[in-house]
Nanobody, 127 residues
Framework: QVQLLESGGGSVQAGGSLRLSCIAS????????MGWFRQAPGKEREGVAV????????IYADSVKGRFTIAKDDDMNTLYLQMSSLNPDDTAMYTC????????????????????WGRGTQVTVSS
């Protein structure tokens, strides 16, 4: 049974930082594409960052480039998202995903043959 459990969200002021974690069970980070997606109230889900199975490929949305870093620890089966220089536009529910059987990029991730999602962790940035 696959379970993705996010943590690390919270409320911060603009300019602050947060690190999100996603502990995965039932998936192997060495063979799955892993990613972070977010959804703000009234908006569509948006891809934030993905990391390939080997960890050598990372892809970011333009809106977070240079501010967010995605990383993983295969031995701990944990995915991370280090977020800095946060601004109110980053306010959203952040969800961890694991995918296999398709492209490992932000656009293709949701349509992989196997896709699993966590329940999310809320990030709120105040100005």
């Amino acid at each position: 049974q696959v379970q993705l459990l996010e943590s690390g969200g919270g409320s911060v002021q603009a300019g602050g930082s947060l690190r999100l974690s996603c502990i995965a069970s039932g998936v192997n980070l060495r063979i799955h594409c892993m990613g972070w997606f977010r959804q703000a109230p009234g908006k569509e889900r948006e891809g934030v960052a993905v990391i390939g199975p080997t960890g050598t490929t990372t892809i970011y949305a333009d809106s977070v480039k240079g501010r967010f870093t995605i990383a993983k620890d295969d031995d701990m089966n944990t995915l991370y998202l280090q977020m800095s220089s946060l601004n109110p536009d980053d306010t959203a529910m952040y969800t961890c995903g694991a995918a296999r059987g398709g492209g490992c990029n932000i656009e293709a991730f949701p349509s992989n043959r196997q896709v699993y999602w966590g329940r999310g962790t809320q990030v709120t940035v105040s100005s």
